[in-house]
T-cell receptor, first 112, second 115 residues
Framework: KQEVTQIPAALSVPEGENLVLNCSFTDSAIYNLQWFRQDPGKGLTSLLLIQSSQREQTSGRLNASLDKSSGRSTLYIAASQPGDSATYLCAVGGTSYGKLTFGQGTILTVHP | GAGVSQSPSNKVTEKGKDVELRCDPISGHTALYWYRQSLGQGLEFLIYFQGNSAPDKSGLPSDRFSAERTGGSVSTLTIQRTQQEDSAVYLC?????????????FGQGTRLTVV
């Protein structure tokens, strides 16, 4: 059974810092990995999707890497802003037609 | 709209009543998923529909929960004889293929409160 763990559970940083969120998974036989953002009381917004054959994906200030063999992914946020404050969720797709398995999330707070 | 739409956004019901939650996926998306997010918990998979295939119901917590998807589009999640532990945010997602193959898009969720 796939298990996804996110570290840290919470992170508080001053504006402008670069930061890294970590995600690990127990079964390396994954199809893809997706990072989401969730604002309080809202649904999930997809940030980046990395296919198993890829090593990283970039979108603006966000960069996600994937090391399938070691069961790890990192989300790098450059020059953090207060608007980045949210819960960040990592999710793993085990098969092309299967469901995503989610981590518990990292609660990020960026102080002005 | 272009996104996944869920209704109602909030639902308060009395214990023992039945509730129906609705999800309108993105047009053309063949895969549809229901998840549940309890307070302070991660997302819990409930059920998955893919085209005309039999749904994957492996995540439904009890036989009080059921879901259907009509015409390969709109889905309804029904909870019978609601209990207080059913209180949670119910999220629907759709994707062009399965979630493992393509990007998954989520609705804003339905917040269910059982009193």
């Amino acid at each position: 059974k796939q298990e996804v763990t996110q570290i840290p559970a919470a992170l508080s940083v001053p504006e402008g810092e670069n930061l890294v969120l970590n995600c690990s998974f127990t079964d390396s036989a994954i199809y893809n990995l997706q990072w989401f953002r969730q604002d309080p009381g809202k649904g999930l917004t997809s940030l980046l999707l990395i296919q198993s054959s890829q090593r990283e994906q970039t979108s603006g200030r966000l960069n996600a890497s994937l090391d399938k063999s070691s069961g790890r992914s990192t989300l790098y946020i450059a020059a953090s802003q207060p608007g980045d404050s949210a819960t960040y969720l990592c999710a793993v797709g085990g098969t092309s037609y299967g469901k995503l398995t989610f981590g518990q999330g990292t609660i990020l707070t960026v102080h002005p | 709209g272009a996104g996944v739409s869920q209704s109602p956004s909030n639902k308060v019901t009395e214990k023992g009543k039945d509730v129906e939650l609705r999800c309108d996926p993105i047009s053309g998306h063949t895969a549809l998923y229901w998840y549940r997010q309890s307070l302070g918990q991660g997302l819990e998979f409930l059920i998955y529909f893919q085209g005309n295939s039999a749904p994957d119901k492996s995540g439904l917590p009890s036989d009080r929960f059921s879901a259907e998807r009509t015409g390969g589009s709109v889905s309804t999640l029904t909870i019978q004889r609601t209990q207080q532990e059913d209180s949670a945010v119910y999220l629907c997602a759709s994707s062009l293929l399965g979630q493992g193959a393509t990007e998954a898009f989520f609705g804003q969720g339905t917040r269910l409160t059982v009193v």
